[in-house]
């Protein structure tokens, strides 16, 4: 079940990034899985450039997307925009798909990308 992370789910995760863990050593705040994962996209709007990061756990499907400005960062590689337009709005209509695919794209080692600010 893919369910966003409430608040005090995203303090807990807040906390491990602060600490400097790696995203391989932080621990679900919801099931206790060690090792979350990360998906970047550079949102080119018309008058801003957005980052949107996905963090979801691979055991639970627990996530929290959040949006900052994007200017001036440059992602490595996106390979979800590698994907057909129409598999991609079929992904995006539903969530558990979508996190599956980036579970896929992360095994195969497509994923993580390196982001540059
Ligand atoms: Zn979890």
Avoid: N
């Avoid at 450039?49 to 900052?68: A, K, Q």
Wanted: aromatic share 8%; glycine share 8%; proline share 6%.
């Amino acid at each position: 079940m893919v369910l966003p992370y409430d608040s005090s789910e995203i303090t807990a995760l807040g906390a491990q990034a602060r600490a400097g863990l790696d995203l391989a050593e932080r621990r679900c705040p919801r099931c206790g899985h060690v090792g979350m994962r990360r998906y970047y996209k550079i949102f080119e709007g018309p008058a801003r450039t957005s980052l949107i990061t996905y963090l979801w756990c691979p055991s639970c499907h627990g996530y929290d997307g959040s949006t900052v400005s994007g200017a001036g960062m440059t992602l490595d590689h996106d390979p979800m925009a590698e994907l057909d337009p129409a598999e991609l709005r079929v992904l995006k209509a539903d969530l558990e798909s979508y996190f599956a695919k980036l579970d896929a794209l992360w095994e195969s080692g497509k994923l993580p990308q390196h982001l540059t600010e």
